[in-house]
């Protein structure tokens, strides 16, 4: 998937051009694929969607997580009720 989910194509290293699908994946070459995770893509999540009361929120912000440590402000998270 792309890093910003406003990309709608991406250039490969290969000089191939590639666009997103409406839910913003990309069928790449696996060369492309490893040079665009390195440069801040990632996997597609096949899990799903985490249930509330699994996750945390953080205080400061107001950012889901799965963490105490909120992986945008870096402020304390608890648990969700």
């Known amino acids: 998937m ?8 991406v250039d490969g290293l290969t ?9 913003g994946r990309l069928d790449m070459a696996p060369r492309d694929a ?5 440069d801040g893509g990632f996997l597609p999540s096949l899990a799903g969607v985490t249930a509330r009361s699994t996750g945390y929120r953080c205080g400061a912000c107001g950012f889901g997580a799965l963490f105490t440590t909120c992986g ?10």
């Open 2 to 9: 792309t890093p910003d989910r406003h990309c709608v194509q």
């Open 15 to 23: 000089g191939r051009r590639y666009d997103t699908d409406q839910r």
């Open 34 to 38: 490893k040079a665009l995770l390195a």
């Open 72 to 81: 945008r402000c870096g402020g304390t998270c608890s648990k969700e009720t």
